[in-house]
């Protein structure tokens, strides 16, 4: 950019602006860079360098002002560059940045725990342990859940997604672009049927619990089984809400068989579906309950929080790693689990959830190619099919996208299928500028007959 970079934030002046094609110039120099020297598995949704960002904009390096309704797939719930979590993190980089919590550790670890114990799901007895990525705690419940039920084998769904790494490459569905070529992957890894509404033909709750429930006595056997992992919503999976009743028999079953239930929260939780956690909106109490994303407004930590008879079952030593519960990190997640708190987010996410659901309901009644609108709070989804069925239209989402993009609309697909665009946006977004990512987004439709 030429001249001084605003800084981020909320002041970051809230608008769509476009002064250049996307990608301008300079993002295209920047591109060519990266060609020479990033590795190519590194993959890109929308081609411009960001150089600020707050409320619910994105400035790239040409000076074009984008609207953001991804969240850097649902990090920054609190905003970029949020007022608390910026002071926060700066009073800390001059404090200490690292001692390493297992050689000498700082409060903010404990107070960032005790935080989580309270706010999860369930009034029971808890504990928590930090690490920096989803994976990284993804792996972690696993290795909880078999240390205490002295058990291996571990159940995830169909359309499951929990991460990149080799036994979360295993729990996870997709093959393109998450896994081909990677393996082989870690055993005991096994896959139940998950409730897909829209794609089950309306089983109830009850009745795909059955069939999953099914699989797992077949092909696995409740005595060698420690874990069921499953995320509340499915999030890469295309925003996947499963029927009233399916969650709520799975933690029975898991309960009945010395099975620890592990809710992966790390796309939905932290008040993006209008509650804290999601497992909330459907009465469950996970046994562990696997956060990240949302959790430090954009500062890289993860955790693991769990029933402590769960939890303390690992032996002293067991759990760590180097950087798990960073100073900065855990500096940025107290101030950010605090922003939700008093700015009620929770609140924020509804409304925003009640904005993105009229608006595609309603066009849905005019336009077959809308399938299914789904979602809960701020975690919106827009399925889309050849027109009248429910055969899945991944190019049609790909153009919609793509007209978004070349806009300034930041939005994101997902879904097993590449048909869904799902809408993250950060909850510190304001209604005008929402509205106006909406009415692009349904232009980019109008634009595909
Ligand atoms: C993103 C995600 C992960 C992986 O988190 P990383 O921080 O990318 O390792 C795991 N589970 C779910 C549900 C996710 O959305």
Same mark, same amino acid.
Request: charged share 15%.
């Given at each position: 950019m030429t001249g001084t970079v605003p800084l981020g934030g909320p002041t970051l002046a809230q608008e769509r602006?476009?002064?250049?094609?996307?990608?301008?110039?300079?993002?295209?120099?920047?591109?060519?860079?990266?060609?020479?020297?990033?590795a190519g598995g590194v993959g890109i949704t929308l081609p411009v360098f960001g150089v600020a960002a707050g409320g619910g904009v994105i400035l790239d390096v040409d000076g074009n002002s984008l609207i953001d309704l991804g969240s850097g797939i649902a990090v920054t719930g609190v905003g970029n560059s949020?007022?608390?979590?910026?002071?926060?993190? %700066?009073? %800390?980089?001059?404090?200490?940045?690292?001692?390493?919590?297992m050689v000498t550790p700082y409060d903010s670890y404990v107070r960032v725990a005790e935080k989580l114990n309270e706010l999860t799901p369930g009034s029971h007895s808890k504990r928590s342990v930090l690490f920096n990525s989803g994976a990284e705690a993804v792996e972690n419940a696993i290795k909880i859940a078999r240390s205490h039920t002295k058990k291996t084998a571990v159940v995830a769904f169909d359309h499951a997604?929990?991460?990149?790494?080799?036994? =979360?490459?295993?729990?996870?569905?997709?093959?393109?672009?998450?896994?081909?070529?990677?393996?082989?992957?870690?055993?005991?890894?096994?896959r139940a049927p998950l409730s897909y509404p829209f794609r089950d033909g309306n089983l109830s709750g009850?009745?795909?619990?059955?069939?999953?429930?099914?699989?797992?006595?077949? %092909?696995?056997?409740?005595?060698?089984?420690?874990? &069921? #992992? &499953?995320?509340?919503?499915?999030?890469? !999976?295309?925003? #996947?809400?499963?029927?009233?009743?399916?969650?709520?028999?799975?933690?029975?079953?898991?309960?009945?068989?010395?099975?620890?239930?592990?809710a992966d929260e790390v796309q939905t939780g932290f008040a993006r579906t209008g509650k804290m956690f999601a497992?909330?909106?459907?009465?469950?109490?996970?046994?562990? &309950?696997?956060?990240?994303?949302? #959790?430090?407004?954009?500062?890289?930590?993860?955790?693991?929080? !769990?029933? =402590?008879? &769960?939890?303390?079952?690992?032996?002293?030593?067991?759990?760590?790693?180097?950087?798990?519960?960073?100073?900065?990190?855990?500096?940025?997640a107290l101030a950010a689990i605090e922003t939700y708190e008093d700015e009620k987010l929770d609140e924020r996410a509804h409304q925003i959830g009640e904005t993105l659901k009229a608006r595609f309901t309603q066009l849905q009644?005019?336009?077959?190619?809308?399938?299914?609108?789904?979602?809960?709070?701020?975690?919106?989804?827009?399925?889309?099919?050849?027109a009248g069925g429910i055969e899945p239209d991944a190019a049609? =989402?790909?153009?919609?996208?793509?007209?978004?993009?070349?806009?300034?609309?930041?939005?994101? =697909?997902?879904?097993?299928?590449g048909n869904v665009i799902r809408f993250l946006p950060p909850l510190s977004i304001g209604d005008a500028l929402l509205n106006e990512g909406i009415d692009i987004v349904v232009e980019a439709l109008a634009a595909q007959s």
């Open positions: 602006k476009l002064v250049t094609s996307i990608p301008g110039p300079k993002s295209q120099e920047w591109l060519e860079r990266k060609a020479s020297a990033v949020a007022p608390r979590v910026v002071e926060a993190v %700066q009073n %800390q980089v001059a404090q200490f940045t690292h001692t390493c919590f997604y929990h991460g990149r790494t080799n036994l =979360t490459m295993a729990l996870t569905a997709k093959n393109m672009p998450y896994k081909s070529g990677f393996g082989p992957f870690a055993s005991e890894v096994y009850a009745e795909a619990a059955k069939n999953a429930i099914s699989v797992i006595e077949k %092909q696995v056997g409740a005595e060698n089984l420690a874990a &069921i #992992i &499953i995320e509340p919503i499915q999030g890469e !999976g295309g925003f #996947i809400v499963p029927a009233d009743g399916f969650l709520p028999a799975l933690v029975e079953w898991a309960t009945a068989n010395n099975v620890v239930f592990i497992s909330e909106h459907f009465g469950i109490e996970p046994d562990l &309950i696997v956060t990240a994303k949302g #959790i430090a407004g954009g500062l890289p930590l993860s955790a693991v929080t !769990g029933r =402590t008879e &769960i939890m303390d079952a690992p032996h002293g030593g067991g759990l760590g790693g180097t950087y798990g519960g960073n100073p900065l990190a855990c500096a940025a009644q005019s336009d077959a190619r809308i399938g299914d609108v789904r979602g809960l709070g701020g975690m919106i989804a827009v399925e889309f099919v050849k049609l =989402t790909g153009a919609i996208a793509k007209y978004c993009h070349e806009r300034g609309v930041v939005v994101l =697909t997902c879904g097993t299928y």
